[in-house]
């Protein structure tokens, strides 16, 4: 069996990467640069102490349980410096890194010297950042050089770089790594780099958390929607060992799993099959923030006059190793899948990925206790018109239910708070799809309050042109049994040998026989 042994979840506070290179404000720019939404903007974007104070931001990194997220009234960011007592920026899961730091993260995961910072800010960034409790070393000595803010200007002005700003100040840009190949264009490079940067934090707190010595892990899997490659093999490859050459994961190998949304829940599948088939005894699945993804509902949070909330990268690592008779165990004697024949429609696609598997098992929806689903903020999604996505999800599964007979159409709204959870991760695609609750889930199942949950990631694939398919799959997390003593019972590998013995033992014992 494979198990759930470590979690960890971190944000990055990144509101210039938003005003500048966000889909949508990059979009507005080209479409209508004098437009009053670019104008208004940046009097709508938050300071960190806001960001770390906000609710759902405390509930990602383990500060505070999705249980207590309801108790605090709405808007969470009307509630900013008082629910949460301020909030802090370290958490039991990670922490919430200010975006003037991650510009040190940018040039720390530099391997070509595209990140080029000024002279004066890169020595403030070696004095910071050489008191972080885990950064050390030659992650750092990338920081003993800059450049003079002239040459940067003028990399900027030419177009052969992107800029990276606080506020008006130019302090740093991420040059071009061809002159005509698009795939590696400035601001490609900037997106790329920014993933691999921000999974070296969840990372590194994962082994900190786990006491996971760097040399033991043996695989890693990156599952972000970014792609990284040249004109000839656009997503080539490979942030997975780029993340592990970048956190001294030395004797591990890897590589990128994709599928939009559900990609972390694909390889999830794919570091549990691996530790349970005895090819590997610790595979990581890791993914970063996406920088496109930035302000995507930004509009419509300015227009209702709310500060733009979508101005977090969101990333996370998990650590999946060998039975150990403690972690929480995910099954995979059971998956739940969308087939290509299931169908697209709400109902469909909940029946393939909840009661297609629950029913091979004998159980019913109401024997798992939570189920963790696509857990956008709503607060985030309902600006914009796209409502509480993951009581949309959990209602669907409810509507289950009932069609089951399980419950009754009264009780929907009970299933709902008894099952599910409110949502609170950042709206950057894959990061909230599933995966946020697997450290309350493993919290949770250590400490006997649960005994089953399940986890889906769904995932929208004709959003690349390709398909009209939709995507999904699910896996059961449940309560670790404890390791058990060696089964009487023979497979047939052991029958086949007690055989084999028994013949040899007749055959010499009657050496006439024919």
């Known amino acids: 069996m494979a198990v759930l042994k470590g979690v960890a979840y971190s944000l990055v506070h990144a509101p210039n990467l938003l005003l500048h290179y966000g889909s949508t404000q990059s979009t507005e720019r080209k479409k209508n640069p004098n437009s009053d939404y670019l104008a208004r903007l940046p009097n709508h974007l938050r300071d960190f102490e806001s960001a770390v104070s906000y609710p759902p931001n405390q509930v990602y990194i383990g500060n505070v349980s999705p249980l207590d997220l309801d108790a605090i009234q709405r808007p969470w960011h009307a509630a900013v410096g008082t629910s949460t007592d301020g909030g802090s920026r370290l958490g039991a899961y990670g922490e919430i890194m200010p975006e003037v730091e991650l510009y ?12 080029v910072l000024e002279r ?29 803010s002239r040459v940067i200007e003028e990399l900027v002005a030419n177009h052969t770089a992107e800029g990276l700003y606080l506020g008006q100040k130019l302090v740093g840009c991420v040059r071009q790594a061809h002159e005509t190949d698009e795939n590696l264009s400035a601001r490609v490079m900037l997106e790329n780099i920014t993933v691999k940067a921000s999974s070296l934090l969840p990372l590194l707190y994962l082994l900190a958390n786990t006491g996971t010595p760097p040399a033991e892990v043996d695989y890693i899997i990156e599952c972000s929607e970014e792609a990284c490659g040249d004109m000839n093999q656009r997503g080539g490859g490979n942030f997975a060992k780029s993340i592990g050459e970048l956190t001294g994961l030395v004797n591990a190998s890897g590589c990128d799993v994709r599928g939009f949304c559900a990609g972390p829940v694909h390889a999830l599948l794919h570091a549990a099959s691996l530790v349970k088939a005895g090819v590997f005894k610790n595979v990581v699945v890791v993914g970063g923030g996406s920088v496109a993804k930035l302000g995507m509902n930004g509009k ?19 650590l999946i190793s060998e039975n150990d008779g403690v972690n929480p165990v995910i099954r995979l004697d059971v998956i739940g899948k969308h087939a290509i024949g299931t169908g697209s429609s709400p109902q469909h696609v909940m029946q393939a990925l ?19 689903v696509e857990m956008q903020n709503p607060e985030l999604t309902e600006p914009a018109g796209a409502g509480n996505v ?14 089951a007979s399980e419950i009754a159409r009264e009780d929907i709204p009970a299933f709902v708070k008894k099952h599910g959870l409110p949502g609170f991760a950042p709206t950057q695609g894959h ?23 399940m986890v889906i990631g769904k995932g929208s694939l004709f959003l690349g042109r390709i398909t009209n398919l939709f995507d999904g799959l699910s896996l059961i997390v449940e309560k670790n049994r404890g390791l058990t003593a060696k089964s009487s019972s023979l497979d047939k590998d052991s029958i086949r040998q007690v055989l084999a013995e028994m013949l040899m033992s007749l055959s010499k014992n009657n050496p006439g026989t024919a």
């Open 104 to 115: 040190g993260l940018l040039k720390i995961a530099d391997s070509f010297d595209l990140v």
């Open 120 to 148: 004066n800010f890169s020595q403030e960034l070696l004095e910071s950042l050489g008191s972080h409790s885990l950064l050390t070393g030659a992650n750092l000595s990338r920081l003993s050089k800059g450049e003079d």
């Open 300 to 318: 419509d949070h300015v227009s209702k006059g709310m500060p733009v909330l979508e101005d977090m990268l969101g990333t996370f690592a998990l």
């Open 354 to 372: 909840v009661t297609a598997p629950l029913a091979q098992l004998g159980l019913k929806i109401t024997d798992i206790d939570r189920y963790s």
């Open 390 to 403: 993951p009581e949309s999800n959990y209602r669907m599964i409810a509507a289950l239910a009932v069609m």
């Open 431 to 453: 990061i909230p799809s599933g995966v946020p609750c697997l450290g309350f889930f493993r919290e949770r199942l250590l400490a006997g309050d649960m005994n089953a949950a």
